[in-house]
């Protein structure tokens, strides 16, 4: 009797064990998969530290485009929300071989009494720390589109 359960507790450790093995096989293959231009990493320290790219430590270039991209942006979302809107360094990445500064504009909500507020995700911004260019992402097509 403790023979059999103990080769059912061995029996199905190795089955746990293979399934983890097949779920780990299939997702190491999506994420091979991505084509080069969706594929986004880290930028290296030697280009641009953190401190250089948050708000106020930028020369003025990065709130200076993000202010601008607020107050003239046909994007509806932000439209209207226009009074409200406010922006949040959210990571460095480098795509197709250019490095951004990734920025999520967004407007905070509550309560009607002020109590649980919110920051609520209008559009993710992207600045070219060399061209100093901004570009708004389309999701759709996980493409960057210059705003001009």
Not at 97 to 125: C, K, Q
Not at 129 to 138: G, M, Q
């Amino acid at each position: 009797m403790k023979n059999k359960k103990l080769l059912l507790t061995v029996l199905v450790i190795i089955i746990v064990i293979f399934l983890i093995n097949i779920f780990y096989r299939a997702y190491k293959k999506r994420q091979e998969s991505v084509t080069e231009s969706q594929k986004v990493v880290s930028v290296e320290k030697n280009t641009t530290t953190e401190s250089d790219v948050k708000i106020g430590q930028s020369d003025g270039w990065i709130d200076s485009l993000l202010k601008n991209y607020i107050a003239s942006t046909t994007n509806p979302l932000v439209v209207i929300n226009r009074k409200k809107e406010s922006y949040y360094f959210d990571s460095y990445q480098i795509r197709v071989g250019v490095s951004y500064a990734m920025y999520d504009v967004g407007h905070t909500v509550s309560e009607g009494d002020g109590s649980e507020p919110r920051t609520i995700h209008d559009v993710w911004i992207f600045l070219d720390l060399s061209s100093h260019k901004l570009y708004e992402e389309d999701l759709s097509t996980e493409k960057l589109i210059e705003f001009k």
